[in-house]
């Protein structure tokens, strides 16, 4: 049996899915990071008791908790992250500093400087993009007194996927033009734009490949601690949303995928590329069309503030998903927002709170939904692909309340994607990878 391993690394947690030739699941493993109790000490002398050894601690147990006998029937694996979520690292891929997450807003601070060099309304004007985390590091990072002269290109700019890869097979400084796309990589030339060469960043980028091209078979001390084949190939990845959307069915023009986790993330297969940063939309290279999207701070996470998960099932069998609620929110944990309004001091609305708790949720559920509509309302204003179907991804897609509501606001058919976990993506991708390999040898 020829199996492949496609794992997926979200906001609260990773998952590890494996399938076999004809796409089926066979088996399927968890790891949730509010369940580690402390934080472990530091990756070979990297800097520790933070994310990166969390992150580590999950890669290894979600592989090792799949059965033995499967395990050595993986042939080929491909990991998922949240995009632009990065971290430095030095030459020996131990992390310097703790990662900077997909949504933190730090990079306000040079964002006036991404605008100077940088075309207009390109995706990495934003606060959040992976170009401004980098130009943050370059200004608050010392150079390693380890290195020749206090030369910073020792340092190893990578995105959370191209990390947990190299755990695996060892080859720093690779990674795919998905997570790539918002260092300012152009994925229609499929090249480091000159006015980003031009700028003398200090720091390694990352070669930038094709997600699901084969990197290398993992390292022999992997294979043997964590009961892998010797030939087992990692390939390299992409974004948590675009796995999903991999994961989803949708495969024509029109056809979408919104992510209702502790974000809201949509995208919209199209046959035009769209991109301006006023709003936060990029596009995806995927083949030879483009998948355009957002991400939004809102989501299940504002929901998860107020409600239990018991709760939040029970009061919404007490919504009339059939009445608009005139509650209008938007939904933040924090100030700041990316997509359909890219405004890193955009401040949470919900106000006013009603005492009832099912208005308030009601409230919530409707307003995450307008945000969900605009958005690709906008997309289609700005010429992408009229929309025609949405699949839908997820917590939130298990609340059928929510799914009417949402229902009123987009007007096309809501449907259950073929598959919801976005580590089943990856493992699609995984397999297009080995079939690469075996088409070429």
Known sequence: MTLYL?????????????????????????????????????????????????????????????????????????????????????????????????????????????????????????????????????????????CEGGDKRRFYFLHQADWLAFLLHGKLGISDYHNALKLGYDVQQLCYPEWLENLGISMQLPKVIAPGTPISEVTSEIANNLGLRRDCVVCAGT????????????????????????????????????????????????????????????GGAVLREFFTDTELENLSYEIDAEKESLLDYYPLLKAGDRFPINDPNLLPGLEPRPENQVEFLHGLLESIARIEARGYQLLQQLGATPLTRVYTAGGGAKNPTWTKIRGRHLKVSILEPTHREAAYGSALLAMRCRLTLSFHN
Not at 6 to 16: E, H, L, P, V
Not at 40 to 52: F, H, N, R, T
Not at 102 to 127: C, F, M, Q, W
Not at 245 to 253: D, I, K, M, N, Q
Request: proline share 6%.
């Open 6 to 146: 496609g794992i997926d690394f979200g906001t609260s947690g990773a998952r590890a899915i494996v399938i076999d030739n004809e796409a089926i699941i066979q088996s399927e493993t968890q790891y949730s990071f509010e369940t580690s109790a402390s934080f472990p000490p530091p990756v070979d002398g990297g800097v520790g008791g933070g994310l990166s050894t969390i992150w580590q601690q999950a890669l290894f147990s979600l592989i090792e908790q799949i059965p033995q006998e499967l395990r050595l029937e993986i042939r080929s694996i491909s990991i998922n992250g949240t995009s632009s979520t990065v971290l430095l690292c030095d030459i020996a891929g131990n992390p310097i500093d703790e990662p900077i997450l997909y949504n933190d807003a730090r990079g306000v601070e040079v964002l006036d400087k991404v605008r100077e060099i940088a075309p207009p309304n390109h995706t990495v004007i934003s606060a959040t993009s992976s170009l401004a985390k980098l130009l943050w590091w370059e200004e608050k990072i010392p150079p390693s007194p380890s």
């Open 239 to 298: 974004t948590d949303s675009i796995a999903a959307f991999l994961a989803s069915g949708a495969t024509s023009p029109g056809e979408a995928s919104t992510s209702l986790g502790s974000t809201l993330v949509i995208k919209l297969l199209s046959s035009t590329r769209v991109d301006d940063a006023r709003y936060g939309i990029y596009s995806h290279r995927l083949g030879d069309l483009w998948l355009v999207g957002g991400a939004s701070n809102t």
